[in-house]
């Protein structure tokens, strides 16, 4: 397998960065522009998310450092990592013939034993397989967890695996085991009513009605030329709808409604503008986008990177397939995490994402194999992005990540030299983890 990647296929894929930035300069709440921010104190490969400390990144395993648990070990490459006060540290590299699997060097030739075991370790970094909810691994076997509920001392509530210790009778609520009374009824300056405690302080005679704990003579309720407030007798007339307000008996509006510019959402009176059809969503600004469109996820890219206003990156999201939206969504997320502003940094950590992005179909092929398919291409474009999408989702993202690294590093990528100088240094670590599939 040749060690080089044809120029046609960089030339193919050099798509600039520098034009992703938030329209109008950030804010606002429609669909979200690309919004990343060079760095210019370090490099990609040893950013993270938030701070762009080295000894602090995610690690092959995926944890970051508040993952980290004192002693608690991973893999960094082939360098095993150990977790010091939060922190983690470099140990020694594994040695030649032993490979980093699962925090700890392992042999080359170890081999995996499973036999007579349904869980645990294999002996090699491995898993024998995992157990159920409810069962532990014992000896390399799954067995039943058995609970042993206790109510000593309770009178109430659970007795630790999921039984009841007893019920509290009316006007008594479980705290802590204990029915504790949660009420103390009250009569106080009351002949009639409720006495807060759903007893009562008594009844009235006929001829009378209770009111605010006192029998008074029977009242005639009268709503006449009302629409809200009280009917006289202790009861309403009705209420008013939100941004209205009661005034003299009659709803009177406290709120203009605008429904100016918008398509779906709050005209800001408590009504609406109008809701969105075939599994749109209304955005901030108050138009529907996504749901009816079949714009595939690198046209919706291009779009945006012309937008400069909210009212255009809302239109561009408009044309899109909800798919669409989906991966865009997923790449400039990744994009603005590790605050992207290269193609070496986009290739260190977003290929993948990068990959669902611009491809429009997957198949079976490995990296390697779309490596052989691509050396045969010459200068064709097409040649190039079918064998792209002749591979699998991961071995896309894996192959692109060669192809943004080797870009990013050569500022001529019709440069040959460039290239092959960029695939044996810069992106050598991309290009092993390919040809090795």
Same mark, same amino acid.
């Given at each position: 397998?040749?060690?080089?990647?044809?120029?046609?296929?960089?030339?193919?894929?050099?798509?600039?960065?520098?034009?992703?930035?938030?329209?109008?300069?950030?804010?606002?709440?429609?669909?979200?522009?690309?919004?990343?921010?060079?760095?210019?104190?370090?490099?990609?490969?040893?950013?993270?998310?938030?701070?762009?400390?080295?000894?602090?990144?995610?690690?092959?395993?995926?944890?970051?450092?508040?993952?980290?648990?004192?002693?608690?070990?991973?893999?960094?490459?082939?360098?095993?990592?150990?977790?010091?006060?939060?922190?983690?540290?470099?140990?020694?590299?594994?040695?030649?013939?032993?490979?980093?699997?699962?925090?700890?060097?392992?042999?080359?030739?170890?081999?995996?034993?499973?036999?007579?075991?349904?869980?645990?370790?294999?002996?090699?970094?491995?898993?024998?397989?995992?157990?159920?909810?409810?069962?532990?691994?014992?000896?390399?076997?799954?067995?039943?967890?058995?609970?042993?509920?206790?109510?000593?001392?309770?009178?109430?509530?659970?007795?630790?695996?999921?039984?009841?210790?007893?019920?509290?009778?009316?006007?008594?609520?479980?705290? @802590?085991?204990? =029915? %504790? &009374?949660? +009420?103390?009824?009250? /009569?106080?300056? !009351?002949? #009639?009513?409720? *006495?807060?405690?759903? $007893?009562?302080?008594?009844?009235?005679?006929?001829?009378?009605?209770?009111? @605010?704990?006192? =029998? %008074? &003579?029977? +009242?005639?309720?009268? /709503?006449?030329? !009302?629409? #809200?407030?009280? *009917?006289?007798?202790? $009861?309403?007339?009705?209420?008013?709808?939100?941004?209205?307000?009661?005034?003299?008996?009659? =709803? %009177?509006?406290? +709120?203009?409604?605008? /429904?100016?510019? !918008?398509? #779906?959402?709050? *005209?800001?009176?408590? $009504?609406?503008?109008?809701?969105?059809?075939?599994?749109?969503?209304?955005?901030?600004?108050?138009?529907?986008?996504?749901?009816?469109?079949?714009?595939?996820?690198?046209?919706?890219?291009?779009?945006?990177?012309?937008?400069?206003?909210?009212?255009?990156?809302?239109?561009?999201?408009?044309?899109?397939?909800?798919?669409?939206?989906?991966?865009?969504?997923?790449?400039?997320?990744?994009?603005?995490?590790?605050?992207?502003?290269?193609?070496?940094?986009?290739?260190?950590?977003?290929?993948?994402?990068?990959?669902?992005?611009?491809?429009?179909?997957?198949?079976?092929?490995?990296?390697?194999?779309?490596?052989?398919?691509?050396?045969?291409?010459?200068?064709?474009?097409?040649?190039?992005?079918?064998?792209?999408?002749?591979?699998?989702?991961?071995?896309?993202?894996?192959?692109?990540?060669?192809?943004?690294?080797?870009?990013?590093?050569?500022?001529?990528?019709?440069?040959?030299?460039?290239?092959?100088?960029?695939?044996?240094?810069?992106?050598?670590?991309?290009?092993?983890?390919?040809?090795?599939?």
């Amino acid at each position: 397998m040749k060690l080089s990647v044809t120029v046609s296929a960089l030339g193919a894929l050099a798509f600039t960065l520098s034009a992703c930035g938030t329209p109008g300069g950030g804010g606002g709440g429609g669909f979200p522009l690309p919004d990343v921010v060079p760095d210019q104190t370090t490099s990609d490969a040893d950013k993270t998310p938030d701070e762009g400390d080295p000894d602090t990144g995610p690690g092959e395993d995926g944890t970051t450092p508040g993952d980290c648990v004192d002693a608690q070990t991973r893999c960094n490459g082939n360098t095993v990592e150990i977790c010091v006060g939060g922190v983690w540290t470099t140990t020694t590299p594994c040695l030649d013939g032993s490979t980093c699997q699962g925090g700890s060097c392992v042999p080359d030739n170890c081999v995996p034993d499973c036999f007579d075991r349904e869980c645990g370790s294999d002996g090699c970094a491995g898993s024998c397989g995992t157990c159920l909810a409810g069962e532990s691994c014992i000896d390399g076997m799954c067995e039943a967890q058995v609970c042993v509920g206790s109510c000593a001392g309770k009178q109430c509530g659970d007795d630790g695996c999921g039984n009841s210790c007893g019920q509290c009778s009316g006007g008594t609520s479980c705290v @802590a085991g204990q =029915c %504790q &009374s949660t +009420c103390a009824p009250s /009569c106080a300056g !009351k002949e #009639c009513g409720d *006495d807060g405690c759903g $007893g009562s302080c008594g009844t009235c005679s006929g001829g009378s009605n209770c009111f @605010a704990g006192q =029998c %008074q &003579s029977t +009242c005639v309720p009268s /709503c006449s030329g !009302k629409e #809200c407030g009280s *009917d006289g007798c202790g $009861g309403t007339c009705g209420t008013c709808p939100g941004g209205w307000a009661c005034s003299g008996g009659m =709803c %009177q509006q406290t +709120c203009t409604a605008s /429904c100016a510019g !918008k398509q #779906c959402g709050s *005209d800001g009176c408590g $009504g609406s503008c109008g809701t969105c059809a075939g599994g749109a969503s209304c955005s901030a600004s108050g138009q529907c986008i996504g749901g009816g469109g079949g714009v595939s996820c690198d046209v919706v890219f291009g779009c945006m990177q012309e937008c400069e206003t909210e009212a255009c990156a809302d239109a561009c999201a408009a044309e899109a397939s909800d798919l669409a939206l989906t991966e865009y969504s997923g790449l400039i997320t990744c994009l603005n995490n590790w605050q992207c502003a290269d193609l070496m940094c986009v290739a260190d950590f977003c290929a993948d994402t990068w990959a669902a992005c611009f491809n429009e179909g997957s198949g079976t092929l490995t990296c390697s194999g779309i490596w052989e398919c691509q050396s045969t291409c010459g200068e064709s474009d097409v040649c190039l992005q079918d064998c792209i999408e002749a591979g699998t989702l991961q071995a896309q993202g894996d192959f692109l990540a060669v192809l943004l690294c080797a870009n990013g590093a050569c500022t001529n990528s019709t440069d040959p030299a460039c290239v092959d100088s960029a695939l044996s240094n810069e992106c050598s670590g991309h290009v092993q983890t390919c040809v090795q599939q």
